[in-house]
């Protein structure tokens, strides 16, 4: 079996606090081809933020990490802070929830773009603005010759949130990490986002890591899905499997607790009970199983690991259960290139009396793919 | 959107509060000002609840603050159960507002850090007047208790020691002790967890029903709004562009823009309502709407007759049957299912689906 | 931007306007009659006239004024009234620019310790490095100016030898320290990074200009002041430096301070994140991503003490026997010489206005978000 492009083996981090140790990762393995996306789900708290920054080694003095992270083979836990700059950035990028945070205020937006340019390229002056200009167009920014000497602050949300990924995609990452990359966005805003993730992925083969609060989200854009709850990986599988065959009782809990607009109005939410654990006061066995509508005495004794339940479905679980979910399966059925092309483009395509590309036809041909 | 009118007011007895022609501006320095709500009218039935969604900036939630009269609104009128709100000042208004109370989208920092649960939610009997303190303590406990809480566990801590949900909860109990007959909710639930919002969600569900409460609820998140709602208005840029009943504002959108919104659950994405994501063109600046529809500038749809007119609120035409149902749309093109209006039958058929 | 310059200007004319008034009407609140003030009770009548008559006591208070702005506004703020008779303008003329000197010199100082220091602490927020800077800042900021004037030339003048140790040990444990890092981290990587580079050529640098300083440590004088024009640039600056050093060290402790306090506000926002994720250096992060927005109460801080040091700082100008505006203003005070005192509160005044308006612009440059009427 040929080296994924990344794999992480028993990852924990944990952070000193007045509490006690804040165990925000505990002991999570994954991998990652490729170009794949991998979905990562999870609430406040569940470490899936943390997850990612221990993954680039981005965490502050104060976090121990342990575990081994394999990059193209090789273990960044052990690399120097000045190699792990050279890795950041050109190798792998990041995406934030909240691009007004995210850019620096004080600077134009031209400069994030072109000082990491300069920096990993060697590019002058010249060269790195001309690239920015392209990157800026890339990412959908009209007038990128006016936007780039503008402020952040000038830009609308969306417009920031495409700068950042214009940085994120200067020197050509082959992984992205995607942290709530549209929470913080309107939901018209949120959709084309995504859309332009997807294309710059699928044209780049570059791979991505999409954390997310939001399993609507992940449905159609990720190939896999790992669900976190409280620093652990609660289940992982395929996106359409998982959709199909949800065996977690925490991600069935999400999955019903989320209002739908299929259903009638004022239908009661079958809400998950109670609340995340503490995570610097861990309990003994399954950390769900105080919410767990499932749970049996055995759940406070022993922790559940991933156990494969199906082809490359694992789940951590002492009594799984099976449930599904039509309408997401259905949409992750699709894939992750059912995006109408025509949709992407932030150009005139709505222009006064154009009819817009039906949205049936790429879909279709996607699927032939 | 971006439509006026008042065709989608209903006449009968049971209107609790009736929004009419509500305008807010917010002055800037040189004269200019920005258009924050531009002749919204609304009505809400005892016990119903009305659901307005909108993406930021549409200006819902300044027309539930309007509501309230915080602050009080440039024109218009907010009726509440025959009283114009908008004319009162000082005590009378102060006594309106106790019948009128808001939950607001951030429980954490809508709570005084520096007091404790209880002393929050007696505060707003202690201003009604109510200085038996047992009594005061009695009835806070008992709404701690109704929302959920422990008042012996919570009822001395203070904000930051709670979580967001106990927060919201708090929050609920304040403005629900004050025994008010509308409450306002500006996403309640948009700063919390998934596996919290529901339980939230469930909770106003359960006071409305024990305490009878007729509720506007303001919320950017369109399954959130179906959820709850008995009646939902689709807001842009300061003014209203459909009102209509959950079920068939879903199902049957007329509007452009609700079908744009409805393209963005990830869900409907790829399903007969998909229309693709929005343009990426800014939103208008408030400061500067656009001159008649506000949407015209985004819309697949616009022709120049959006410009020259605004579109006034109708029922939505070719829809004989659910013309009961209430179902009015501000736009000079709608979407409809059958054929719309003359020149309007071939582009549809293109724009709609799939 | 231009013309918010010039909206700023504009709106400092009444301003102005209003210092003068309060400057010329001190001689007003004065009790009794100013030209006794002057003199004592025992001047005779005639000199009681003469100073009067200077004083222009025997005249409507709006013509004096009107008289007195018109002086200030072509540089003649009249003549002192205490023997010896000058010039005002002549006098500050001369204290002025031992002061102005003095003060920016000090300015330069105290930010050349606190900008480094400040953004290293705050990098290293709660390490041993940041709590032992802290409570050297603290004591600076604790000790009053006469005393650590005194310090200061204990050790700089009498105690040399131990000064020379001071700096060698200092950096070559530093130069040392900076290498041996570089070394392991290069190792540790298997190769050399520019960043080791950098390292090593810093380190060198350090430990030539600690050397450089041990063998070579200038002779500062015990007090007095040479001026430029007097005994060259460099007799100027050897006189300048134990009373801004003095300064400085208070100032500089104090800027240390606001600078690492919001520094650390600042290094955890999500742009550092982001810049640190983007592959950018520490150095980089902290001077180019984090300083700037984290620049504004150091700079206000800084723009308050320029003028409070224009202002004279009569200790260390009494200490080191330094011709300054402090002490001409204390002893005009003290002999009631009011021309001289109407005139340096004026010029004091005008200068911390201008002061506080540059201040007030640099806002914009430090954020664009407050720029308006530009683009």
């Given at each position: 079996?040929p080296?994924p492009?990344?794999r992480?083996?028993?990852?924990?981090t944990?952070?000193?606090t007045?509490?006690?140790?804040?165990?925000?990762?505990d002991g999570?393995?994954?991998?990652?081809?490729?170009?794949e996306t991998?979905?990562?789900v999870?609430?406040?708290?569940?470490g899936?933020s943390?997850?990612i920054?221990?993954?680039?080694?981005?965490?502050?003095?104060t976090?121990?990490?342990?575990?081994?992270?394999?990059?193209?083979?090789?273990?960044?836990?052990?690399?120097?802070?000045?190699?792990?700059?050279r890795?950041?950035?050109?190798?792998?990028?990041?995406?934030?929830?909240?691009?007004?945070?995210a850019?620096?205020?004080?600077?134009?937006?031209?400069?994030?773009?072109?000082?990491?340019?300069?920096?990993?390229?060697?590019?002058?002056?010249?060269?790195?603005?001309?690239?920015?200009?392209?990157?800026?167009?890339?990412?959908?920014?009209?007038?990128?010759?006016?936007?780039?000497?503008?402020?952040?602050?000038?830009?609308?949300?969306?417009?920031?949130?495409?700068?950042?990924?214009?940085i994120?995609?200067?020197?050509?990452?082959?992984?992205?990490?995607?942290?709530?990359?549209?929470?913080a966005l309107?939901?018209?805003?949120?959709?084309?986002?995504?859309?332009?993730?997807?294309e710059?992925?699928?044209?780049?083969r570059?791979?991505?890591?999409?954390?997310?609060?939001?399993?609507?989200?992940v449905?159609?854009?990720?190939d896999?899905?790992?669900?976190?709850?409280a620093?652990?990986?609660?289940?992982?599988?395929?996106?359409?499997?998982?959709f199909?065959s949800?065996?977690?009782?925490?991600?069935?809990?999400?999955?019903?607790?989320?209002?739908?607009?299929?259903?009638?109005?004022h239908?009661?939410?079958?809400?998950?009970?109670?609340r995340?654990?503490?995570?610097?006061n861990?309990?003994?066995?399954?950390?769900?199983?105080?919410?767990?509508?499932?749970?049996e005495?055995?759940?406070?004794?022993?922790a559940?690991?991933?156990?494969?339940?199906?082809?490359?479905?694992?789940?951590a679980?002492?009594?799984?259960?099976?449930?599904?979910d039509?309408?997401?399966?259905?949409?992750?059925?699709?894939?992750?290139?059912?995006?109408?092309?025509?949709?992407?483009?932030?150009?005139?395509?709505?222009?006064?009396?154009?009819?817009?590309?039906p949205?049936?036809?790429?879909?279709?041909?996607?699927?032939?793919? | 959107?971006?439509?006026?009118?008042?065709?989608?007011?209903?006449d009968?007895?049971?209107v609790l509060?009736?929004?009419?022609?509500?305008?807010?501006?917010?002055?800037?320095?040189?004269?200019?000002?920005?258009?924050?709500?531009s002749?919204v009218?609304?009505?809400?039935?005892?016990g119903?609840?009305?659901?307005?969604?909108?993406?930021?900036?549409?200006?819902?939630?300044?027309?539930?603050?309007?509501?309230?009269?915080?602050?009080?609104?440039?024109?218009?009128?907010?009726?509440?159960?025959?009283?114009?709100?908008?004319?009162?000042?000082?005590?009378?208004?102060?006594?309106?507002?106790?019948?009128?109370?808001?939950?607001?989208?951030?429980?954490?920092?809508?709570l005084?850090?520096?007091?404790k649960?209880?002393?929050?939610?007696?505060?707003?009997?202690?201003?009604?007047?109510?200085?038996?303190?047992?009594?005061v303590?009695?009835?806070?406990?008992?709404m701690?208790?109704?929302?959920?809480l422990d008042?012996?566990?919570?009822?001395?801590?203070?904000?930051?020691?709670?979580?967001?949900?106990?927060?919201?909860?708090?929050?609920?109990?304040?403005?629900?002790?004050?025994?008010p007959?509308?409450?306002?909710?500006?996403?309640?639930?948009?700063?919390?967890?998934v596996s919290?919002?529901?339980?939230?969600?469930?909770?106003?569900?359960?006071?409305?029903a024990?305490?009878?409460?007729?509720?506007?609820?303001?919320?950017?998140?369109?399954?959130?709004?179906?959820?709850?709602?008995?009646?939902?208005?689709?807001?842009?840029?300061?003014?209203?562009c459909?009102?209509?009943?959950?079920?068939?504002?879903?199902?049957?959108?007329?509007?452009?823009?609700?079908?744009?919104?409805?393209?963005?659950?990830?869900?409907?994405?790829?399903?007969?309502l998909?229309?693709?994501?929005?343009?990426?063109?800014?939103?208008?600046?408030?400061?500067?709407?656009?001159?008649?529809c506000?949407?015209?500038?985004?819309?697949?749809?616009?022709?120049?007759?959006?410009?020259?007119?605004?579109p006034?609120?109708?029922l939505?035409?070719?829809?004989?049957?659910?013309?009961?149902?209430g179902?009015?749309?501000?736009?000079?093109?709608?979407?409809?299912?059958d054929?719309?209006?003359?020149?309007?039958?071939a582009?549809?058929?293109?724009?709609?689906?799939? | 931007?231009?013309t918010m310059?010039a909206g700023?200007?504009?709106?400092?004319?009444?301003?102005?306007?209003?210092?003068?008034?309060?400057s010329?009407?001190l001689?007003?609140?004065v009790?009794?009659?100013?030209?006794?003030?002057?003199?004592?009770?025992?001047a005779?009548?005639?000199r009681?006239?003469?100073?009067?008559?200077?004083?222009?006591?025997d005249?409507?208070?709006?013509?004096?004024?009107?008289?007195?702005?018109?002086?200030?506004?072509?540089?003649?703020?009249?003549?002192?009234?205490?023997?010896?008779?000058?010039?005002?303008?002549?006098?500050?003329?001369?204290?002025?620019?031992?002061?102005?000197?003095i003060?920016?010199?000090?300015?330069?100082?105290?930010?050349?310790?606190?900008?480094?220091?400040?953004?290293?602490?705050?990098?290293?927020?709660?390490?041993?490095?940041?709590?032992a800077?802290?409570?050297?800042?603290?004591?600076?900021?604790?000790?009053?100016?006469?005393?650590?004037?005194?310090?200061?030339v204990?050790?700089?003048?009498?105690?040399?030898?131990?000064?020379?140790?001071?700096?060698?040990?200092l950096g070559?444990?530093?130069?040392?320290?900076?290498?041996?890092?570089?070394?392991?981290?290069?190792?540790?990587?298997?190769?050399?990074?520019?960043?080791?580079?950098?390292?090593?050529?810093?380190?060198?640098?350090?430990?030539?200009?600690?050397?450089?300083?041990?063998?070579?440590?200038?002779?500062?004088?015990?007090?007095?002041?040479?001026?430029?024009?007097?005994?060259?640039?460099?007799?100027?600056?050897?006189?300048?430096?134990?009373?801004a050093?003095?300064?400085?060290?208070?100032?500089?402790a104090v800027?240390?301070r606001?600078?690492?306090?919001?520094l650390?506000?600042?290094?955890?926002?999500?742009?550092?994140?982001?810049?640190?994720?983007?592959?950018?250096?520490?150095?980089?992060?902290?001077?180019?991503?984090?300083?700037?927005?984290s620049s504004?109460s150091l700079?206000?801080?800084?723009?308050?003490?320029?003028?409070?040091?224009?202002?004279?700082t009569?200790?260390?100008?009494?200490?080191?026997?330094?011709?300054?505006?402090?002490?001409?203003?204390?002893?005009a005070?003290q002999t009631?010489?009011?021309?001289?005192?109407?005139?340096?509160?004026?010029?004091?005044?005008?200068?911390?206005?201008?002061?506080?308006?540059?201040?007030?612009?640099?806002?914009?440059?430090?954020?664009?978000?407050?720029?308006?009427?530009?683009?």
């Amino acid at each position: 079996m040929p080296e994924p492009l990344l794999r992480v083996d028993r990852l924990a981090t944990s952070f000193p606090t007045a509490r006690g140790r804040v165990r925000a990762v505990d002991g999570v393995s994954l991998e990652l081809a490729e170009g794949e996306t991998l979905g990562i789900v999870g609430e406040s708290g569940s470490g899936k933020s943390v997850l990612i920054r221990s993954i680039m080694g981005l965490l502050p003095p104060t976090a121990t990490r342990t575990g081994e992270v394999r990059y193209r083979g090789r273990d960044l836990t052990a690399l120097s802070p000045a190699k792990l700059r050279r890795l950041w950035g050109t190798e792998i990028a990041m995406v934030f929830q909240d691009a007004t945070t995210a850019l620096n205020g004080v600077k134009r937006v031209g400069v994030h773009i072109t000082e990491s340019l300069r920096r990993h390229t060697g590019l002058g002056r010249k060269a790195a603005r001309e690239r920015a200009l392209d990157l800026l167009a890339q990412v959908g920014i009209p007038d990128p010759k006016r936007r780039i000497d503008q402020y952040p602050h000038e830009l609308s949300g969306g417009m920031r949130q495409r700068v950042t990924i214009a940085i994120a995609l200067a020197c050509e990452p082959r992984l992205l990490m995607a942290d709530e990359p549209t929470t913080a966005l309107d939901a018209t805003v949120q959709r084309q986002i995504l859309d332009l993730l997807s294309e710059l992925q699928a044209e780049r083969r570059m791979a991505m890591i999409l954390v997310t609060h939001d399993l609507g989200v992940v449905a159609g854009r990720t190939d896999r899905v790992a669900v976190m709850y409280a620093g652990r990986l609660a289940e992982t599988a395929p996106t359409r499997t998982l959709f199909g065959s949800v065996r977690h009782p925490y991600t069935e809990g999400l999955l019903r607790s989320v209002p739908r607009i299929d259903q009638p109005s004022h239908t009661r939410l079958p809400a998950i009970a109670g609340r995340p654990p503490d995570l610097a006061n861990l309990p003994d066995g399954c950390r769900f199983a105080a919410r767990c509508p499932h749970a049996e005495a055995d759940c406070g004794d022993a922790a559940p690991v991933l156990e494969e339940v199906a082809a490359g479905h694992a789940v951590a679980c002492h009594h799984p259960v099976l449930a599904r979910d039509a309408s997401l399966e259905r949409r992750a059925r699709r894939g992750k290139l059912a995006v109408a092309p025509a949709a992407l483009a932030p150009d005139g395509a709505g222009a006064p009396g154009t009819a817009r590309t039906p949205a049936g036809a790429p879909i279709d041909a996607a699927e032939a793919v | 959107m971006a439509g006026s009118g008042t065709a989608h007011l209903r006449d009968d007895d049971d209107v609790l509060l009736r929004v009419e022609d509500l305008v807010v501006e917010f002055p800037l320095s040189r004269g200019r000002k920005v258009h924050a709500v531009s002749g919204v009218s609304l009505d809400v039935r005892r016990g119903e609840t009305l659901g307005v969604v909108g993406e930021s900036g549409c200006g819902k939630s300044t027309t539930g603050r309007a509501i309230l009269q915080l602050p009080p609104p440039t024109s218009g009128r907010v009726v509440l159960e025959g009283t114009d709100l908008t004319g009162l000042s000082g005590a009378a208004l102060r006594a309106a507002r106790d019948r009128l109370q808001i939950v607001l989208q951030d429980p954490i920092s809508s709570l005084n850090p520096r007091r404790k649960v209880r002393d929050v939610v007696a505060e707003g009997l202690a201003i009604r007047g109510e200085t038996d303190r047992a009594r005061v303590r009695e009835r806070v406990d008992e709404m701690l208790r109704a929302v959920g809480l422990d008042p012996d566990l919570v009822g001395d801590r203070r904000a930051h020691e709670l979580s967001g949900g106990q927060c919201q909860r708090v929050c609920i109990a304040r403005a629900l002790v004050l025994e008010p007959q509308v409450l306002v909710c500006d996403e309640p639930v948009s700063a919390l967890d998934v596996s919290v919002q529901a339980q939230i969600l469930n909770l106003i569900e359960d006071m409305k029903a024990r305490y009878g409460l007729t509720l506007v609820f303001i919320t950017h998140d369109l399954a959130v709004v179906k959820n709850v709602s008995d009646r939902i208005a689709v807001m842009y840029l300061g003014k209203l562009c459909e009102v209509g009943p959950p079920d068939e504002l879903f199902a049957r959108p007329a509007h452009p823009y609700t079908r744009v919104l409805l393209s963005s659950i990830p869900e409907l994405e790829g399903s007969e309502l998909d229309v693709g994501a929005a343009d990426a063109g800014e939103l208008p600046s408030p400061l500067d709407p656009p001159s008649g529809c506000r949407f015209r500038t985004r819309c697949p749809r616009a022709t120049d007759r959006c410009g020259a007119e605004e579109p006034q609120m109708r029922l939505v035409p070719g829809n004989g049957a659910a013309g009961a149902s209430g179902h009015h749309v501000a736009c000079h093109h709608p979407m409809t299912a059958d054929a719309g209006p003359a020149g309007d039958g071939a582009e549809l058929a293109e724009t709609g689906a799939t | 931007m231009g013309t918010m310059i010039a909206g700023k200007l504009l709106r400092l004319v009444p301003i102005v306007l209003l210092v003068s008034l309060g400057s010329f009407l001190l001689l007003e609140l004065v009790p009794g009659d100013p030209a006794l003030a002057v003199l004592g009770e025992t001047a005779t009548p005639e000199r009681v006239a003469e100073v009067r008559a200077e004083l222009g006591l025997d005249r409507p208070l709006a013509e004096r004024y009107g008289e007195w702005l018109g002086g200030v506004v072509t540089g003649d703020f009249g003549r002192s009234v205490v023997p010896p008779v000058q010039d005002v303008s002549t006098m500050i003329a001369a204290r002025l620019p031992v002061t102005l000197e003095i003060a920016l010199l000090a300015m330069l100082m105290s930010l050349a310790m606190a900008v480094p220091f400040g953004l290293w602490t705050a990098h290293r927020a709660g390490a041993p490095l940041d709590t032992a800077v802290g409570g050297a800042a603290f004591a600076a900021i604790s000790m009053p100016s006469f005393l650590s004037a005194l310090v200061l030339v204990f050790f700089l003048i009498f105690n040399r030898g131990s000064v020379r140790l001071l700096v060698l040990v200092l950096g070559l444990a530093l130069a040392a320290g900076v290498a041996v890092r570089a070394v392991r981290s290069a190792r540790r990587d298997g190769g050399w990074e520019r960043s080791h580079r950098l390292a090593l050529v810093g380190a060198a640098v350090a430990a030539g200009v600690a050397v450089l300083l041990a063998v070579a440590l200038p002779v500062f004088p015990r007090q007095g002041f040479v001026r430029i024009t007097g005994g060259g640039l460099i007799e100027n600056l050897r006189s300048a430096f134990l009373p801004a050093l003095t300064l400085a060290l208070v100032e500089g402790a104090v800027f240390l301070r606001v600078l690492r306090n919001d520094l650390v506000g600042t290094l955890q926002e999500d742009f550092v994140l982001a810049a640190r994720a983007k592959g950018m250096s520490t150095p980089h992060v902290l001077v180019r991503d984090a300083l700037r927005p984290s620049s504004f109460s150091l700079v206000t801080v800084a723009g308050v003490t320029l003028g409070r040091l224009l202002g004279g700082t009569v200790i260390v100008e009494t200490v080191f026997r330094v011709p300054g505006m402090g002490s001409m203003l204390v002893d005009a005070i003290q002999t009631k010489d009011f021309p001289v005192v109407q005139a340096s509160v004026l010029v004091l005044a005008l200068l911390f206005v201008l002061i506080n308006t540059a201040v007030d612009l640099s806002y914009a440059y430090l954020d664009p978000r407050i720029r308006r009427g530009g683009r």
